[in-house]
């Protein structure tokens, strides 16, 4: 087959043409366009069609030669990435960097990539001036924030990973990348793999929560829901490629204040920061993007161990590393760069390819290379990992990427989608109390009131193209269920006597969306006064009141919980948020989600999360006493652990059985617990399984979560849940950064949360 290439690029060399890139495995046999240099993309007169087998090995010396054939400013201009405005579209004057500076037109004309296009004309029509003006023709490729959904909005992250379903959060990134796809963007800087355990911090909305192997498992179906299985990318008109951020550590920000400092040890990366990141390269996530923070005294950008030693050699990334917004321009404020120059020579050599919006590589890349301090071989190998990107993409082939098949699809939000956001609103939504008043019966007299219960600001921080208008709110789904359903949209001036002829009152609480997400962080996570007020006033009601709070984090709600008789916690639910509500509300559907974060009792415990190692003084809430690891002035337990929700009903555990009680590298330990629905309610539950080692090289957390099964059973109804234990479960880092299992006694807890389970000791020989 080689041959038969050969000569064909022999045939199209003395033809005068450049040859066409085809690969084997995506293609097998097929007919495609020759678009490459010289050719016009459009033309169709000038379209040749052929047939042909390429390889991987021939298609990787294609990109070869193109790059041979780029100047060191197109190169640079590849390695660039800028807004649509620093292309001259837009009206507005250019303010930022390109105020300040003038770029040569060359780099704009061979640039890498776009960010933040707004939709699929404006992507067309620059792709096709792009093609019209670079020498080269090398297609730009967009990208966009991706985050909880393109027009449909779903649960924010953080209320994905309160699903505990890797499944659902899969269709959902999918779905999610359909209509992104549709509008012309290609690439999302998604999913964010950090490990959040500060609820401080703006960002954890962003992310799946404090547990490593929940986040590892929702990274990569977020991944495999953007990108589809290997190679689908190429040819499958609803996939896009992901880029896992923000690579690491960001979540460990000191004080909770985005973009503050971080200080974490090497055993703490390898152990709690990497293992999502890791499982979202599995997953073949095609870019990574360092964080704003340091790792040992540098900013990732410009941290050669963390991009090449641990992610080149370590975790084996060949994809794009491009910086985040300004970074490598930030080197500059952070004072380890005093110019342009030494900036891009820092992060490039570092290892990152690609620069987003500082505009660093275009005024300073060619000086560094020039003082040879960067060296060209550095520069080439960063442009052919973007044209690497461009190729996955199917780029070169369809610059337009699909533009026929996405005029198929159904404009969104669609009812099918509807129903993915509904779903997965449901599954997100965590009962944490209940005092026998839900589910509450559709004739119900409700009156809903508080200041978020006919709000549609429930789509959350990063909704994309999410329009409020879309959103259902709590009001609206209770109407659309409920016979007799009221608001009272002044409650704090309405009179106690105004709820006498109500059976529920339903209170709809919680904070702001851009009270969280990016830049968004707060040093008090409790509910506004005025908020605490109002349900206080209800209380002389003497009714029933259901508390549901809109949150984009954990807030301590230790001053509120007392006084309502039911309460769900919302997140930020998405377009079909109120829906999802009066469905659990109602029992149509039952609550089935879990917290994926520790909830405090007070801000002063945070950062607080289940898995901290152990320390030299433990403290014991039942009998506080001096010199042990405690506050004076409030208990060390959460309000709600890890893990924690309840659902309609009751499940009842049986004892642990296990199969055998001595593990060993082949023969894995299965442990097998009854569970019942003993309620006259459909019942979920979560079954978790924590494993902690009794003696250990390095000092370890109690429990670390290693696996969970979801069941939902009908009133009586028994399953037998089995739970596999295998050596890789107690595998932990050791102080030489090795991971691997210890030999000795170790304790598997198996419960509803990381405080409420069974136990049993057993051994590994
Ligand atoms: C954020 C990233 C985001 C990027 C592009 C930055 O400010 O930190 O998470 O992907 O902007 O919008």
């Known amino acids: ?54 390889g991987d090995c021939l298609e990787k010396r294609e990109l070869q030669s193109l790059v ?60 096709r001036e792009h093609l019209k003006k670079d020498r080269l023709k090398i297609p730009l490729v967009f990208m966009r924030d991706i985050i909880h959904g393109y027009r449909t909005t779903f649960p924010i992250p953080l209320g994905l990973g309160a699903t505990f379903d890797p499944q659902l959060v899969e269709e959902v990134s999918h779905v999610a990348g359909t209509e992104s796809a ?23 909305m962003e992310g799946t929560g404090e547990d490593p192997v929940l986040n590892a498992q929702m990274a990569a179906a977020m991944v495999r829901g953007y990108q589809g299985a290997p190679g689908e990318l190429v040819k499958d008109p609803t996939r896009i490629a992901a880029c896992v951020k923000h690579y690491a550590g960001y979540g460990a920000v000191l004080a909770g204040r985005d973009y503050n400092n971080v200080d974490f040890s090497r055993l703490s990366l390898y152990q709690d920061y990497l293992p999502a990141f890791q499982a979202a390269i599995e997953a073949g996530a095609k870019l990574i993007m360092p964080a704003f923070t340091l790792f040992e005294g540098l900013p990732a950008t410009a941290s050669e161990y963390l991009l090449k030693k641990v992610l080149r050699e370590y975790l084996k990334f060949d994809g794009v590393a491009i910086s985040d917004w300004g970074s490598v321009g930030k080197l500059l404020t952070m004072h380890i760069a005093d110019s342009q120059e030494r ?123 999410g329009k409020h208008d879309d959103a259902v709110s709590l009001y609206a789904g209770l109407k659309n269920q409920f016979e007799n359903v009221s608001l009272i949209p002044d409650p704090i001036s309405s009179d106690p006597a105004d709820y006498a002829n109500f059976d529920v009152i339903i209170v709809g609480l919680g904070e702001r969306e851009d009270d ?76 089935e ?37 405690r506050y004076v002035d409030c208990q060390n337990s959460p309000l709600y652990p890890f893990g924690y929700g309840l659902s309609y009903g009751h499940i009842e555990y049986g004892k642990l059985q296990v199969n055998q009680p001595v593990l060993t590298d082949d023969q894995p330990i299965q442990i097998t617990v009854a569970v019942t629905n003993d309620s006259d309610y459909r ?46 479960d107690l595998a932990y880092v050791h102080s030489n950064l090795e991971r691997f299992a210890d030999k000795g006694d170790f304790i598997v807890r198996i419960g509803e949360n990381a405080e409420e389970y069974q136990e049993l000791t057993l051994a590994y020989q």
């Not at 290439?5 to 003395?14: G, I, K, P, R």
């Not at 678009?35 to 047939?51: H, Q, T, V």
Request: charged residues 20%.
């Open 593 to 629: 989600g879990h917290l994926p974060m520790t909830f405090p009792r007070t801000t002063g415990q945070v950062p607080i999360y289940y898995n901290e190692p152990r320390n030299g003084s433990p403290a014991d809430d039942q009998h506080p006493t001096k010199f042990t690891s």
């Open 343 to 465: 900036a891009s020579e820092l992060a490039l050599n570092a290892g990152l390819d690609m620069d987003m919006m500082a505009g660093a590589f275009v005024r300073g890349l060619s000086d560094a290379v020039a003082a040879k301090k960067v060296a060209v071989e550095d520069v080439d190998r960063a442009v052919l990992r973007m044209l690497n990107l461009k190729n996955d993409l199917g780029l070169f082939e369809n610059p337009y990427r699909f533009i026929d098949a996405h005029e198929t699809l159904p404009p969104a939000p669609s009812s099918e989608s509807r129903r993915y956001a509904r779903v997965a609103a449901e599954k997100s939504v965590v009962l944490l109390k209940d005092k026998n008043v839900l589910p509450i019966s559709v004739k119900s007299h409700i009156a809903v009131t508080g200041p978020l219960a006919a709000s549609q600001r429930i789509l959350g921080a990063w909704s994309s193209y």
């Open 683 to 728: 019942s979920s539950t979560l079954v978790q399984c924590y494993v902690g080692s009794t003696i250990t090289s390095v000092v370890r957390p109690v429990s670390e979560l290693k696996s969970w099964v979801k069941v939902v059973l009908e009133p009586n109804q028994t399953d037998q849940v089995t739970l596999t234990i295998s050596v890789d």
């Open 182 to 204: 549709r509008e012309g963007i290609q690439v999302t800087f998604s999913p964010m793999a950090d490990l959040c355990r500060d609820a401080r911090w703006g960002r954890v």
């Open 516 to 591: 969280s997400g990016e830049s968004a962080c707060k040093t008090r996570i409790e509910l506004p006064e005025d908020q605490v007020a109002l349900i206080r006033r209800l209380q002389h009601t003497g009714k029933p009141i259901i508390g549901v709070i809109f949150a984009g984090r954990p807030l301590a709600l230790t001053n509120v919980v007392p006084y309502l008789d039911g309460l769900l916690y919302a997140w930020f639910p998405g377009t079909e948020g109120g829906n999802a509500l009066a469905n659990l509300i109602s029992g149509k559907a039952v609550p």
């Open 1 to 54: 087959m080689k041959t038969y290439t050969f000569l064909l690029q022999l045939f199209l060399h003395y033809a005068n043409m450049s040859f066409v890139s085809v690969s084997i495995q995506r293609f097998g046999f097929c007919c495609l366009p020759i678009n490459w240099a010289g050719l016009d993309f459009e033309g169709k007169s000038k379209r040749f069609y052929i047939l042909l087998q390429g």
């Open 68 to 127: 041979d054939k780029m100047s060191l400013k197109e190169k640079i201009g590849q390695l660039t990435q800028f807004t649509p405005q620093y292309l001259g579209r837009e009206d507005g004057e250019l303010t930022g960097i390109m105020g300040d500076f003038a770029v040569d037109q060359v780099y704009l004309d061979s640039l890498g990539s776009v960010l933040n296009a707004t939709d699929r004309n404006e992507v067309i029509a620059m792709q």
